[in-house]
T-cell receptor
Framework: AQSVTQPDIHITVSEGASLELRCNYS??????LFWYVQSPGQGLQLLLK??????LVQGIKGFEAEFKRSQSSFNLRKPSVHWSDAAEYFC?????????????FGQGTTLQVKP | GAVVSQHPSWVICKSGTSVKIECRSL??????MFWYRQFPKQSLMLMAT?????????EQGVEKDKFLINHASLTLSTLTVTSAHPEDSSFYIC????????????FGPGTRLTVT
């Protein structure tokens, strides 16, 4: 069965430090992978996505993610974290075909940024 | 572009009453919309997939008679929580997919439902 695992429930980093949020997926076919960010009480905003091609994808707000098929991973990175990056981050994989694919979400990682 | 709205953003209702939540794609047509439920500090749980002009497909364990979904047009889907109970209190989020297959979903801002 398809699944997404985010091993880190909560991460705290200092402002200006680098960040890596881990995501591992289980999916038989070529995955469509996403990272979303959710601020408290808000909906989800797409940070970046991977469908095919270059395995290093750039997203908004200075985020990037690298797809590693051999490790079934799609980790999110940012070289220098800003206080405004404090939020909940979700990794997701799309299943099914066409545009009716369901999204399976990981458990989420809460990012806290220390001043 | 690709804006999805939800209305209301929050609602309080009494136990036993019904409440309707609207999800609209403002600048694109959405053949498919999804409804999610999110409990505090938890991930999103897919409740159902809604296709324009046809019946919604519910995920296992979701009561279709309790959570009525209607996708009457390419820009509007509604979720009606019938005979609401306090355990239905949650954050409900919708998303919409444009017709061109891309696996992308655009999310609404969510609706906070509190049943007293």
């Amino acid at each position: 069965a398809q699944s997404v695992t985010q091993p880190d429930i909560h991460i705290t980093v200092s402002e200006g430090a680098s960040l890596e949020l881990r995501c591992n997926y289980s999916y038989g076919a070529t995955p469509y992978l996403f990272w979303y960010v959710q601020s408290p009480g808000q909906g989800l905003q797409l940070l970046l996505k991977y469908f095919s091609g270059d395995t290093l994808v750039q997203g908004i707000k200075g985020f990037e993610a690298e797809f590693k098929r051999s490790q079934s991973s799609f980790n999110l990175r940012k070289p220098s974290v800003h206080w405004s990056d404090a939020a909940e981050y979700f990794c997701a994989v799309a299943t099914g075909s066409g545009n009716t694919g369901k999204l399976i979400f990981g458990q989420g990682t809460t990012l806290q940024v220390k001043p | 572009g690709a804006v999805v709205s939800q209305h209301p953003s929050w609602v309080i209702c009494k136990s036993g009453t019904s409440v309707k939540i609207e999800c609209r794609s403002l600048d694109f047509q959405a053949t498919t919309m999804f409804w999610y439920r999110q409990f505090p500090k938890q991930s999103l749980m897919l409740m159902a997939t809604s296709n324009e002009g046809s019946k919604a497909t519910y995920e296992q364990g979701v009561e279709k008679d309790k959570f009525l979904i209607n996708h009457a047009s390419l820009t509007l889907s509604t979720l009606t929580v019938t005979s609401a109970h306090p355990e239905d209190s949650s954050f409900y989020i919708c998303s919409a997919s444009p017709p061109v297959g891309s696996h992308e979903q655009y999310f609404g801002p969510g609706t906070r439902l509190t049943v007293t």
